[in-house]
Structures are given as structure tokens and as C-alpha cells.
């Protein structure tokens, strides 16, 4: 027997969010097409049409569902793991064409015009709920504000990235990522504890669910 309608039309979504991304995350928004992704996807234009009414809207899906298969932290655990989590999420650019691409999308919304601001909101959220962990931890100084710092936190490493695909295709991510925890801590930790962290690339396999 064929699968359920239901079943088959999630599978049918999946393979055209997929394919989506791996055709913008190599030609961007502009020069990516619909004819591309069809035929990366194995699919009609009428199971597109069922649902997504443009390139737009795939890629609008692509920027929400950027973080659909990484491997976030169910539990808050503070600062550690907030500079763990940014490591793995330097990790992922280079094997998670999802997150690749959504973030991708979500930088060059000039191109599409889609102005959407769901994931950066959703991605402080995740870094506030850290920094709330470490403020029950006694590891902030009192005049930190968790989703002021969140927000930040979430900026510097967006521009970060950009800069480094910009000169090296991501390849000095990793150290540039420790420059800018290097920078940020002592803003934010009290002195005592700032020996305590470790911001080590290699932390990235840490991440557990």
C-alpha cells in the first residue's frame, strides 16, 4: 500500500525545504529558481504549488526551519554551554546545508524582500534562556541584562560569520568565533570565573540533547 495522503505530502514538503536549500545556499536567492528546485526535488510544480506559493515563500521556510535538525540543548545550562552551542553552530556550516542556507537567507533579505525577522528572534530567545541558566549560576555581573546581551551576542556572531564566508569561506570561523568570546566574557562574567570557561573549537561534538 502507498503511504497515508498526510504522510506523503510531509515527505513531499521535506524533499522541497531540502532541495531549497541546497539550491540557495549555492546560487542565493536571486539565482536561485524554481525549475532548479523541482528538479532537485524530484517533484511537480502542482506538489510545490500545494505548499508554497513562490520562491519566496521557500524561502521563507528555509529561514524558519534553519534549525530543524541541529541539536539544541532541551536544558539551559548557562555559559558554557552558551559558547558550546556557538561552537557547534560553527560546525554546522560546514555539514548542514539547512542551516547554511536559512542563514544565508536570512542576511540577504534584501534580495528577497522578505524582511522577516522570526529566526534572529528565535535565536535570541535560545541564547537568553542560557544567560537567564547563568544568572541562577551566580556567573553574571549585576549589570547585565540576559536578553540585551542575548541579542548582542546573536549580532556578533551573525557579523562574525558573514565577514569570515566574506574572506575565508568560513575557514578561520572557528578561530574568530574564540576571538569574539574572548572579547565578550570579560564584559560579562565576573573576573574570578573568567579562567573557568573553556572556548575551544573542538567543544562543538559537545552538544548534547
Not at 539550491?23 to 536561485?32: I, M, R, S, T, Y
Request: aromatic fraction near 10%.
Amino acid at each position: 500500500m502507498g503511504r497515508p495522503k498526510q504522510e506523503r505530502a510531509v515527505h513531499t514538503r521535506e524533499l522541497l525545504v531540502d532541495a531549497a536549500a541546497g539550491v540557495f545556499d549555492e546560487n542565493g536567492f536571486a539565482g536561485a529558481s524554481i525549475n532548479k528546485i523541482l528538479s532537485r526535488a524530484g517533484v511537480t510544480a502542482g506538489a510545490m504549488y500545494f505548499h508554497f506559493r513562490s520562491k519566496a515563500d521557500l524561502a521563507r521556510a528555509v529561514i524558519h526551519e534553519q534549525s530543524s535538525r541541529l541539536a539544541i540543548p532541551e536544558k539551559p545550562g548557562g555559559i558554557q554551554q552558551l559558547i558550546d552551542l556557538t561552537m557547534y553552530l560553527t560546525g554546522q556550516f560546514t555539514c548542514n546545508v539547512r542551516f547554511r542556507a536559512g542563514v544565508r537567507l536570512a542576511v540577504e533579505q534584501g534580495e528577497s524582500g522578505l524582511h522577516d525577522y522570526t529566526a534572529y528572534r528565535w535565536w535570541i530567545k535560545t541564547f537568553e534562556r542560557e544567560l537567564v541558566a547563568a544568572r541562577e549560576r551566580d556567573e553574571l555581573l549585576p549589570g547585565v541584562q540576559e536578553s540585551s546581551f542575548a541579542r548582542f551576542v546573536v549580532a556578533s556572531y551573525t557579523g562574525t560569520q558573514v565577514m569570515s564566508d566574506i574572506a575565508t569561506a568560513r575557514a578561520d570561523l572557528p578561530e574568530q568565533v574564540v576571538a569574539m568570546w574572548r572579547y565578550l566574557l570579560p564584559s560579562v562574567v565576573p573576573p574570578v570565573s573568567l579562567t573557568s570557561y573553556v572556548i575551544d573549537p573542538a567543544r562543538k561534538d559537545l552538544i548534547t540533547v
